[in-house]
């Protein structure tokens, strides 16, 4: 069966410094791969998603990148972190195959001080 | 642009008594609909969905209907339970295989 892998589920990091959050899924190979934020009591905002190898595409203009170095690996980055980076992070992905249903990971935490 | 809402920001209900959750949605091109429960500090769980060509699908305690005409997609939980408590958002597909979120509903339930 397919998992995602998240990490770290909780982070504190000060302002201006750098940002790596890792996804990883296992038991599938291609999937499509995304990169979510939630503010707190807030809907999901997509920010980034990824169709293959090296290829990103970013939905809103912000401090933070992502990557793709693997085939199931999807990183997200900042090299300096803002106080507005605070939130839940989600990543998710699916089956080009699929009717589109997303498989979110647990989360991680970000707090920006 | 197009876009997919909640009417209710927090629906509060009885332990026992039916929950309603409701969603709009503007994108009449959307074909598949999909409603997540995300519980506090984890990620959304799917619940259940619905393709535009059907109009009510049951799951177990959970019922999704789709109403085409007024681009309205509904959640019923059946007797719902502490454990229902969460906040439940919809999703749409629309062009290509992105889903699009609605704003999300907080589920309080009261024992």
């Known amino acids: 069966s397919q998992t995602i892998h998240q990490w770290p589920a909780t982070l504190v990091q000060p302002v201006g410094s750098p940002l790596s959050l890792e996804c990883t899924v296992e038991?599938?190979?291609?999937?499509?791969l995304y990169w979510y934020r939630q503010a707190a009591g807030r809907g999901l905002q997509l920010l980034f998603y990824s169709v293959g190898i090296g290829q990103i595409s970013s939905e809103v203009p912000q401090n933070l990148s992502a990557s793709r170095p693997q085939d199931r690996q999807f990183i997200l980055s900042s090299k300096k972190l803002l106080l507005s980076d605070s939130g839940f992070y989600l990543c998710?992905?699916?089956?080009?195959?699929?009717?589109?249903?997303?498989?979110f990971g647990e989360g991680s935490r970000l707090t920006v001080l | 642009g197009e876009s997919v809402g909640l009417h209710l920001p927090t629906l509060s209900v009885q332990e026992g008594d039916n929950s309603i959750i409701n969603c709009a949605y503007s994108n009449s091109a959307s074909d598949y609909f999909i409603w997540y429960k995300q519980e506090s500090g984890k990620g959304p769980q799917f619940i259940i969905d619905?393709?535009?060509?059907?109009d009510k699908r049951q799951g177990q305690r959970v019922t999704v209907l789709l109403n085409k005409t007024v681009k309205h997609l509904s959640l019923q939980i059946a007797a719902t339970q502490p454990g229902d408590s969460a906040v439940y958002f919809c999703?749409?597909?629309?062009?290509?295989?992105?889903?699009?979120f609605g704003g999300g509903t907080r589920l309080m339930v009261k024992p």
């Open positions: 998710a992905w699916n089956s080009g195959r699929s009717t589109g249903e997303l498989f």
């Open positions: 619905i393709r535009s060509n059907m």
């Open positions: 999703a749409e597909k629309g062009a290509g295989n992105m889903l699009t």
């Open positions: 038991g599938t190979s291609n999937p499509n």
